[in-house]
């Protein structure tokens, strides 16, 4: 088997995955990203969001961050 063919028994096979990722939400958070950002050490952060979303107004403050 080369290593671009697909061995779909083992794909099959039950598997775990995980990645927890904190989450920080509700009132006054969004006033803590810049800092949170720094401690991260984070200088381009993705802002990812639907198209109903990207025109609220939280989404222009974000990015004003």
């Known amino acids: 088997m080369t290593r671009?063919?697909?061995?779909?028994?083992?794909i099959l096979k039950p598997q775990d995955?995980?990645?927890p990722v904190p989450i920080a939400y509700g009132p006054g958070r969004l006033a803590e990203i810049g800092k949170a950002c720094v401690s991260l050490e984070i200088k381009?952060?993705?802002?990812?969001?639907d198209s109903g979303s990207k025109e609220l107004p939280f989404i222009e403050k974000l990015k004003e961050i």
């Not at 671009?4 to 083992?10: G, K, L, R, W």
């Open 17 to 19: 995955w995980g990645f």
């Open 44 to 49: 381009n952060p993705l802002i990812v969001t």
């Open 4 to 10: 671009f063919e697909i061995d779909t028994a083992e």
